[in-house]
């Protein structure tokens, strides 16, 4: 018979004193820790539809479509792997934050797991294409400030 090691007995003890390590979660509501990385949501006011979440998104959770003269985003919760590389490579550092909410379950609609957003696009008056998001040049007339 095999006696057990010292570093095993301790881990025993240990266990015995401090309790077990679980949340009453069907009790009362689990708090995600502070640097938990949960549902990313656009933020309408502060997102410039540059389109930078769109083009990191290694799962393409984040879909943009030049509609007329309207940039649609869209994020699908039900694809996105909760990387954060939207949130951090976002222009704005606000246009689209991870929220601390984890629980996305639905039963039947797919289509309640996403947030649309539209932006108003600027188009060139002679050659008819997309130049930029309004909200995007206002922002960068901002950032450059005086050198506009």
């Known amino acids: 018979m095999k006696y057990p090691?010292?570093?095993?007995i301790r881990e025993a003890i240990k266990a015995l004193i401090k309790g077990p390590y679980t949340t009453e979660?069907?009790?009362k509501p689990h708090r995600p820790f502070e640097r938990f990385r949960g549902k990313p949501e656009f933020h309408e006011s502060d997102c410039i539809g540059c389109g930078a979440c769109f083009q990191?998104?290694?799962a393409k959770a984040i879909e943009m479509k030049d509609v007329g003269n309207k940039r649609i985003l869209t994020i699908r919760?039900?694809?996105?792997?909760?990387?954060g590389n939207c949130q951090a490579n976002c222009?704005?550092?606000r246009g689209i934050i991870l929220s601390k909410e984890?629980?996305?379950?639905?039963?039947?609609?797919?289509?309640?797991?996403?947030q649309e957003i539209s932006k108003d696009l600027v188009i060139c008056e002679c050659c008819g294409n997309t130049?930029?998001?309004?909200?995007q040049i206002v922002w960068?007339?901002?950032k450059l400030g005086p050198l506009v």
């Open 5 to 8: 090691k010292l570093r095993e």
């Open 131 to 135: 130049i930029a998001p309004y909200e």
């Open 56 to 58: 990191v998104c290694p």
């Open 77 to 83: 919760w039900d694809l996105c792997i909760f990387c």
């Open 102 to 114: 984890f629980d996305l379950a639905v039963t039947e609609k797919r289509e309640q797991l996403k």
């Open 140 to 142: 960068v007339a901002k």
């Open 25 to 27: 979660f069907p009790f």
């Open 91 to 93: 222009l704005t550092e």
